[in-house]
Every structure is written in C-alpha cells, then in structure tokens.
C-alpha cells in the first residue's frame, strides 16, 4: 500500500513538473531575442536620452544584443525636437539615429501630431491656415531631415478618445478632423518610401477600435497613404485577453494596414481605475494595497508575468504574416515609466528585464518560443 502511494505520488510530480514550462535552463550566450525573431517580425525597445548618450555601457551592449529596432522614449517628442516655431533641436535625434545605425536597427520615429508634450508655440496657433501652415513645415522639416536613415513614423499619436470620438485637440479645435488626413499626406509627401502609422493606447478597447478603423477607412478613402496601426500594448497581466487582442489585430489588418505593437509593457500592480470609488488614485497612493511588491516579486507573479508574455508572443507569432514590429516600452523594470504611473514611486515589473539588467522568467518564455510557431 505505501509503495503504491509513494508510486502515485511521484507520478502526480512528475506530470505537474510536465505541465509547467520550464523557462530557466536556457544558456543565452548565443542567444538573443532579435536571432530568434529574425524571421518573424522586428523586435524593438524604446530608449531614453542616457541610453542614447552612453554608448559603452552594460546596458547599450544589451540593447545591441537583444534588440533590432529602436523607438526614441520621449526625445523626438515636439517639445524636445522643436522647441519654438523657428528653432529645432536635432542635437539628440542626431545621436539616436547614430545609435540605431551604429547597431544596424531600424529605426521608428516617435512623434510628430501629439498633444502631449507639445511645443507651446503650437497652442498660439489660431485659425485652420495658421495650424495647416506649421503643422506641414514641422512634419516635412523632421521627416526630410532623417530621409532614408529613419524607416517609419509615428505620423499622428493618441488622436482618439476612449469612446471612439477625436480627442479635442489643439490640432482638430483649429483644422477639424482633416488634420489627420493632411498629416498623413504631409508625411508621405516628404517621403514616399517610409512607414507611416497611427499610434494609440487601448486600441483593444471596442468602441475606441472602431473610431481606430473609421479613422483609417476616411484616410485610405482620400486616397492619402497610411501603412500601419500601432497598438501601443500597456497591458496588464489579467487583460485584455488573448482572444480580445487577437479579434483586434484581425480587424485592424482587415484595412490592409500593418500591425506594430509599438510600446508593449505588463504592469503586475493593481490598477487603481479599476476599483470603484472616486479620486482613488491620491487615496492609494503609497499604499501598501497599491504597491504590493516594493522588495521583489513573489515568484508566483514573475512566473505568471511569464506565461502571460508566452501567451501574448503565441499570438503575434500565429500572425506573424500581419505584424512588422514588437517593440518594448524599455529596457529593464528599473527605469520604466510605470513605476510612476498613474501612482508615483510604486515597484513595477513590467518588463523583460529586471533592475540589475538581469534576464526575468519573461524572458526566457520567449526566447525559444519562434522555433515552434
Ligand atoms: O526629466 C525629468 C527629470 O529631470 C525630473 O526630475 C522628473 C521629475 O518627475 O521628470 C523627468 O521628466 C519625465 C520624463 O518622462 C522623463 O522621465 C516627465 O516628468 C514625465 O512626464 C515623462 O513621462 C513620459 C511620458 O510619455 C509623458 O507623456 C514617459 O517617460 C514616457 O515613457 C511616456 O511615453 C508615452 C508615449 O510617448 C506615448 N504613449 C504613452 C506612453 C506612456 O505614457
């Protein structure tokens, strides 16, 4: 009787070690993400201005290894690249487009429409001609500037609001929703041959989809050029389901349009929106309940975190023949901007790498996962 317990036991251990993946014994010295991924889609990370500038670091030689495409965090946003109507700012943008040819990347822009982080001098502009008039000269003098060295563009960034309707900018207070086709028009008139994509957060959300596809159909429909959507991808470890993100890519290539997934990042916090409850962001603050994990994470959650990156991968690479580009919203957890957001100085863990740079579970959960998908 003992021996058949003993026996059954071992069994039942031996098929619950069978059922979880083992993502740790991988040796990744000749490995990187960007070689397991060559023939499936780019695979990019957003750096910031000390990573552009410090070219002999540990954390470079790691984008170098793992990386091939780049996307800059904040640098070409227009406050920073065009400071005032008159003035632009390429000091930076020089140095990241050095950096991503240096390393032999394809290099995205990031952005030229935006109403965050605008350039004040925008907000001066009156009437539709004043607007028209700057909004031209500001995406041809970028676009032409970086001709043939910079692949796609950001051309309009978070142009929607979360029930589908356009955002009240500056840009359609003054030009009415035509901004958007002329933007795109002005972009592939500067240059023909790049990558031109709307880009936005919670483009899984439904009715935020559809203003995403009327928005695209009105576009094509000018006959203006328009390559590709960018799903921004901050997502949680719960949602959105795979199914939801899946229903989302098929729609949006349904256009004819290319899928990047433009700034991908998984908080493991709680989101405060989620709860009930009014101002419930200032409440939590600093609380224990909204930031759980200030030491390090359980190592239940990292491999959660794990299989929801392995699930997430599954999909994009059964529709690998729609998406050109996986980019991460960073490097390493250490500096992303979800430790401050939407509740400042709170211990998130979003990415593939942790706060020494070293490789999470995450990671190994994709390395080898192309070989058989
Ligand atoms: O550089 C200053 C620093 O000197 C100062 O001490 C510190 C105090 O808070 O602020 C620093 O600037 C911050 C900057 O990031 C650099 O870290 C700004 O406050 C902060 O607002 C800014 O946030 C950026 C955010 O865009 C602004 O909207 C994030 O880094 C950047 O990751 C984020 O990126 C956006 C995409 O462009 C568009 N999609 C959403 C995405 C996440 O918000």
Same mark, same amino acid.
């Given at each position: 009787?003992?021996?058949?317990?003993?026996?059954?036991?071992?069994?039942?251990?031996?098929?619950?070690? =069978?059922?979880?993946?083992?993502? /740790? &014994?991988?040796?990744?010295?000749?490995?990187?993400?960007?070689?397991?991924?060559?023939?499936?889609?780019?695979? !990019?990370?957003?750096? /910031?201005?000390?990573?552009?500038?410090?070219?002999? &670091?540990?954390?470079? @030689?790691?984008?170098?290894?793992?990386?091939?495409?780049?996307?800059?965090?904040?640098?070409?946003?227009?406050?920073?690249?065009?400071?005032?109507?008159?003035?632009?700012?390429?000091?930076? @943008?020089?140095?990241?487009?050095?950096?991503?040819?240096?390393? /032999?990347?394809?290099? *995205? %822009?990031?952005?030229?429409?935006?109403?965050?982080?605008l350039a004040p001098w925008f907000k001066l502009k009156k009437d539709s001609l004043e607007m028209a008039v700057a909004m031209e000269s500001h995406i041809k003098t970028i676009i032409e500037k970086y001709k043939g060295r910079i692949h796609s563009w950001d051309v309009v960034n978070e142009a929607l609001n979360e029930d589908g309707t356009l955002r009240k900018s500056v840009f359609l207070n003054t030009m009415g929703k035509e901004y958007l086709t002329l933007a795109f028009k002005w972009a592939s008139e500067a240059d023909p041959n790049l990558d031109l994509y709307y880009n936005d957060y919670n483009m899984t959300d439904l009715k935020k989809r559809q203003g995403a596809i009327s928005?695209?159909?009105?576009?094509?429909?000018? %006959?203006?050029?328009?390559? %590709?959507? !960018?799903?921004?991808? *901050?997502?949680? =470890?719960?949602?959105?389901?795979?199914?939801?993100?899946?229903?989302?890519?098929?729609?949006?290539?349904?256009?004819?349009?290319?899928?990047?997934?433009?700034?991908?990042?998984? @908080?493991?916090?709680?989101?405060?929106? %989620?709860?009930?409850?009014?101002?419930? @962001?200032?409440?939590?603050?600093? /609380?224990?309940?909204?930031?759980?994990?200030?030491?390090?994470?359980?190592?239940?959650?990292?491999?959660?975190?794990?299989d929801r990156y392995n699930d997430i991968f599954k999909l994009f690479l059964k529709h690998q023949d729609k998406i050109s580009r996986v980019t991460f919203w960073g490097i390493s957890d250490k500096q992303t901007w979800l430790n401050n957001f939407p509740i400042k100085g709170r211990t998130n863990y979003p990415l593939l790498f942790d706060r020494e740079l070293k490789p999470k579970k995450a990671f190994y959960s994709l390395l080898e996962l192309p070989k058989n998908n």
């Open positions: 009787m003992k021996i058949i317990k003993q026996s059954l036991l071992i069994v039942m251990s031996l098929a619950v070690l =069978i059922s979880c993946k083992n993502y /740790n &014994s991988i040796n990744t010295k000749e490995l990187s993400l960007k070689k397991s991924y060559k023939d499936k889609f780019y695979i !990019g990370t957003a750096i /910031n201005q000390r990573q552009i500038e410090d070219n002999n &670091s540990l954390e470079s @030689s790691l984008i170098s290894k793992e990386f091939n495409s780049i996307t800059a965090e904040n640098i070409m946003k227009s406050m920073f690249l065009h400071p005032k109507e008159d003035t632009f700012n390429f000091d930076l @943008s020089d140095k990241y487009v050095a950096f991503g040819e240096k390393n /032999n990347m394809f290099i *995205h %822009g990031h952005t030229l429409i935006w109403h965050s982080q928005m695209i159909k009105h576009i094509k429909e000018q %006959g203006v050029k328009i390559d %590709g959507v !960018g799903m921004q991808g *901050h997502w949680h =470890i719960d949602t959105p389901s795979i199914e939801v993100i899946e229903q989302s890519i098929l729609d949006y290539a349904a256009l004819g349009v290319k899928i990047a997934i433009t700034e991908l990042d998984i @908080s493991v916090l709680p989101n405060p929106w %989620g709860l009930v409850g009014a101002e419930i @962001s200032q409440r939590f603050e600093n /609380n224990k309940l909204m930031n759980p994990y200030p030491k390090t994470l359980p190592d239940s959650i990292q491999t959660k975190l794990a």
